[in-house]
């Protein structure tokens, strides 16, 4: 369709989601459309999985409540530790949480409990299940988070606490507050961004234990990777992967009708195939269910499932119809050289979109 035949760059220019927009920017930026699905136990997994995997991925897929020492901290716990992988990678976070509650319920449990899912994610996703009203909630739950953050970021300013440059959406500079020499993430952040995240603003981050270095990756991808946006996204669960799943035609096209009514919040869906069907249609597809045959092996043999319903597609079909991002867990975790890997399933599913917009 329309959008599958467009560059990343272009799409980045026409959407109109700030954080879709800066996703795209960073797919063209990092030559990736892979998104890892860190479905591990441990915090030091996790962290130890997104430090070493970062450099190939945009985004990197959380099921929080699969670790089982989460650190509930909001400034030196795994959420916010996380986040400053990401930032320092370049990747955004989505938290795979599949709210599927009333509007007050999840409201609830994106942005309080122990959580926090909000503080530290830059995605999530919803179960559209118990109606639209789940995507409404979501969506006003994320413009309250995000007007919150920003009288938080002013008033540390006002009271004197030298954070950083605040810069107006309107493009005025209103107070500009001089920033200390030893903090230049926070330099970063105010040159580009509007507003400070909070999770920049953490100075408690102890650098994990990484199998190796990326110091020289670093500057490299600064040169490039601008801080992301104070903004939320959500995805609508639309299609699924599993075998015999209870999605059909009929529930896909109610997300995309919700998903229309707040393209300010919803950047696009989890789908097996893009979900663009309007002229006016601009979102982003990402696709799980994706594994690649042994290295050695026939490039387009079939690939088996789980055994647990899990059904499994090559980058290169995903790709091919019309999705934008491919999203594997154990292709890469379990391998040999999960690093290595991770290479090899971004460079197919690069090759994969580089064809599809030719
Ligand atoms: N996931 C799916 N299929 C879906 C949806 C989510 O597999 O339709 I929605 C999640 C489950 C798991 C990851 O966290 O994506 C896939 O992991 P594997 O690549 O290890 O199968």
Same mark, same amino acid.
């Given at each position: 369709?329309?959008?599958?035949?467009?560059?990343?760059?272009?799409?980045?220019?026409?959407?109109?989601?700030?954080?879709?927009?800066?996703?795209?920017?960073?797919?063209?930026?990092?030559?990736?459309?892979?998104?890892?699905?860190?479905?591990?136990?441990?915090?030091?997994?996790?962290?130890?999985?997104?430090?070493?995997?970062?450099?190939?991925?945009?985004?990197?897929?959380?099921?929080?409540?699969?670790?089982?020492?989460?650190?509930?901290?909001?400034?030196?716990?795994?959420?916010?530790?996380?986040?400053?992988?990401?930032?320092?990678?370049?990747?955004?976070?989505?938290?795979?949480?599949?709210?599927?509650?009333?509007?007050?319920?999840?409201?609830?449990?994106?942005?309080?409990?122990?959580?926090?899912?909000?503080?530290?994610?830059?995605?999530?996703?919803?179960?559209?299940?118990?109606?639209?009203?789940?995507?409404?909630?979501?969506?006003?739950?994320?413009?309250?988070?995000?007007?919150?953050?920003?009288?938080?970021?002013?008033?540390?300013?006002?009271?004197?606490?030298?954070?950083?440059?605040?810069?107006?959406?309107?493009?005025?500079?209103?107070?500009?507050?001089?920033?200390?020499?030893?903090?230049?993430?926070?330099?970063?952040?105010?040159?580009?961004?509007?507003?400070?995240?909070?999770?920049?603003?953490?100075?408690?981050?102890?650098?994990?234990?990484?199998?190796?270095?990326?110091?020289?990756?670093?500057?490299?991808?600064?040169?490039?990777?601008?801080?992301?946006?104070?903004?939320?996204?959500?995805?609508?669960? /639309?299609?699924?992967?599993?075998?015999?799943?209870?999605?059909?035609?009929?529930?896909?096209?109610?997300?995309?009708?919700?998903?229309?009514?707040?393209?300010?919040?919803?950047?696009?869906?989890?789908?097996?195939?893009?979900?663009?069907?309007?002229?006016?249609?601009?979102?982003?597809?990402?696709?799980?269910?994706?594994?690649?045959?042994?290295?050695?092996?026939?490039?387009? /043999?079939?690939?088996?499932?789980?055994?647990?319903?899990?059904?499994?597609?090559?980058? /290169?079909?995903?790709?091919?119809?019309?999705?934008?991002?491919?999203?594997?867990?154990?292709?890469?975790?379990?391998?040999?050289?999960?690093?290595?890997?991770?290479?090899?399933?971004?460079?197919?599913?690069?090759?994969?979109?580089?064809?599809?917009?030719?």
């Amino acid at each position: 369709n329309h959008v599958s035949e467009q560059s990343f760059e272009e799409r980045a220019t026409t959407t109109s989601h700030p954080l879709s927009s800066y996703l795209f920017r960073l797919m063209a930026l990092k030559k990736s459309n892979l998104c890892l699905s860190a479905d591990v136990s441990t915090t030091n997994q996790l962290l130890s999985l997104a430090d070493s995997i970062g450099p190939s991925i945009v985004v990197l897929k959380t099921h929080y409540d699969l670790i089982s020492n989460w650190d509930y901290n909001p400034t030196t716990g795994t959420g916010a530790r996380l986040a400053r992988i990401a930032r320092r990678h370049g990747f955004l976070i989505f938290e795979d949480r599949k709210f599927g509650d009333i509007g007050n319920t999840v409201q609830m449990q994106y942005t309080e409990g122990t959580a926090k899912i909000i503080e530290w994610s830059h995605i999530t996703n919803v179960n559209m299940i118990p109606g639209k009203a789940a995507v409404d909630a979501l969506a006003e739950a994320a413009i309250r988070w995000r007007e919150r953050k920003q009288y938080e970021v002013k008033t540390d300013i006002s009271v004197g606490t030298p954070r950083a440059e605040s810069i107006d959406s309107d493009g005025e500079d209103d107070t500009v507050t001089p920033i200390p020499e030893s903090n230049l993430e926070i330099e970063r952040a105010g040159r580009k961004a509007s507003i400070v995240s909070i999770t920049t603003v953490s100075q408690h981050f102890e650098p994990v234990n990484s199998p190796r270095s990326h110091e020289d990756y670093e500057e490299e991808v600064f040169e490039g990777i601008e801080e992301a946006p104070m903004d939320r996204g959500l995805l609508i669960l /639309a299609q699924m992967s599993s075998k015999g799943n209870f999605m059909n035609a009929e529930y896909t096209s109610a997300c995309v009708e919700s998903a229309r009514e707040h393209q300010g919040y919803v950047m696009g869906f989890i789908a097996q195939e893009s979900l663009n069907r309007e002229p006016g249609d601009a979102f982003l597809n990402m696709t799980p269910g994706c594994q690649l045959p042994p290295e050695q092996d026939d490039e387009d /043999a079939e690939i088996q499932g789980d055994g647990k319903g899990q059904q499994y597609n090559t980058p /290169a079909k995903i790709i091919g119809l019309g999705n934008d991002i491919v999203i594997v867990g154990r292709g890469i975790i379990f391998a040999a050289d999960p690093v290595r890997e991770a290479e090899r399933y971004r460079r197919k599913a690069w090759e994969a979109y580089e064809e599809r917009i030719a």
